[in-house]
């Protein structure tokens, strides 16, 4: 393991699918970040072979929502004074809100823009959504 300077106040996002790390990272913007951030790809994980992480030197908003979507298994360390102060267990978001967007053309949210697009948690496995409104089925990984 590589020795990476200790986070003060800040967020570790532990457990990224080795590859996926990418694209949180560049999801949250960190490549113009202003604050200290270590982008970890391929270390080794005792349970998962190989794994990303992330480091964010800076207490940052997340849409955790968002973040399930792109791998349930992550885990979210908030650091304080340089201690582990929480742990957060993602999940497949049961809802979601104008994140994943309906593409059928006959789906109300196609001509009536002021309608949110909503999903709903249809399969955990296959990680599926259902619109609300129109029973079109999205994957999870299709969040624009
Ligand atoms: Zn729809």
Redesign the pocket.
Known sequence: MLNIAKIKNGIVIDHIKAGLGIRIFNWLGLSKAPYTVAFVVNASSEHMGQKDIIKIDNTIAINFDILGLIDPNITVNIIENELITRKIKLQLPERVENILI???P?????TESYIP?IFHLENSVERTYR??????IRSAGDFR
């Not at 006959?106 to 196609?110: K, V």
């Open positions: 309906c593409k059928n006959r789906c109300i949210t196609s697009h619109c609300e409104y129109c029973d079109e």
